[in-house]
């Protein structure tokens, strides 16, 4: 039996396509850039009429489809294996080198595909699925093959309640303020639009380009969020000296302190980044309060 076949993240078409999404989130946030080179990519490769853009479909399609029985997502995946069968794998191939070319060009490759990927397992399982239904590698290896297919079919079918889940967060989110909402990266780029990145305040539309780019590397994202803090902590100092108002004097020393204890935290997680950009806004109230007060004083409700 041969060996199996194991996922080329860069070759693989659906996680190609979501880190270029992120990239192309994390370029129009970076107000340094004029254009994105990412957004370019998408354009040039995943036009209608590319063999690229006709697997990323089927991609998706096993990936946002979902069933109540095994039986039916099985058969769907046979349906979908057919369908990639036929694609024109010699124009695939030479868009895909062609795509990687370009990536290698204007990218530190490496550092571009390190970010987590949701659900990561399904589409090596779909890109593993593929490249066995090749004709020439068919039934290469069966049970690697079986296994791949049938990791598909079980997301296939608890696909429902997680899309429900995620509507259901995706929901509650829309409620909340706008620093929530920026925070979860699946809003980021599928929600993200020009006229709500122009509400965001410099420092946070640093943190969440930061937290794009290092989401995956927790020394990193650690170090990027205690950069952040000492930002904040020397804001706070500054503030209070400005702030005659005894009461708000303890609120703003509370938020120091639980700044502190995000900045020794070894696991970042998404609340926290939460409260950074949540401090960020309230640093950008109090300061604004104070420009706007007559005597020097600031009046904060």
Not at 26 to 43: G, H, Y
Not at 117 to 129: E, R, T
Not at 162 to 173: F, G, N, P
Not at 235 to 257: V, Y
């Amino acid at each position: 039996m041969k060996n199996k076949i194991k996922n080329n993240k860069i070759k693989n078409t659906g996680i190609m396509f979501e880190t270029l999404a992120r990239q192309l989130t994390a370029d129009v946030l970076d107000e340094s850039k004029s254009s994105s080179e990412a957004m370019q990519i998408v354009k040039k490769y995943f036009n209608k009429d590319s063999e690229l853009r006709k697997e990323l479909q089927l991609y998706q399609q096993l990936t946002k489809k979902s069933f109540t029985n095994e039986s039916k997502a099985s058969s769907f995946v046979d349906i979908i294996v057919q369908a990639r069968k036929q694609l024109n794998n010699s124009k695939l191939r030479n868009e895909k080198y062609n795509i990687i070319k370009e990536l290698r060009d204007k990218f530190p490759i490496d550092k571009l595909f390190s970010s987590k990927i949701d659900n990561y397992y399904i589409f090596a399982s779909i890109y593993k699925l593929f490249e066995y239904s090749d004709v020439l590698n068919e039934v290469s290896n069966p049970e690697d093959l079986i296994k791949a297919k049938f990791a598909i079919v079980e997301f296939m079918c608890k696909g429902e309640t997680s899309r429900e889940k995620v509507s259901d967060e995706i929901r509650q989110l829309q409620n909340e303020d706008k620093t929530v909402k920026l925070l979860t990266q699946q809003l980021l780029i599928e929600k993200f639009n020009e006229k709500y990145s122009q509400k965001l305040n410099a420092n946070q539309r640093e943190l969440i380009r930061d937290y794009i780019h290092n989401v995956s590397n927790t020394k990193t994202l650690n170090e990027t969020v205690a950069k952040h803090i000492t930002k904040i902590l020397v804001e706070i100092k500054s503030l209070l000296t400005k702030i005659p108002d005894p009461a708000i004097k303890i609120k703003i020393n509370q938020i120091g302190k639980e700044m502190k204890v995000i900045s020794e935290k070894k696991n970042i997680k998404d609340n926290y980044i939460v409260g950074i950009l949540r401090t960020y806004e309230l640093i950008a109230e109090i300061k604004k309060h104070i420009k706007k007060s007559s005597c020097g004083k600031a009046v904060i409700k």
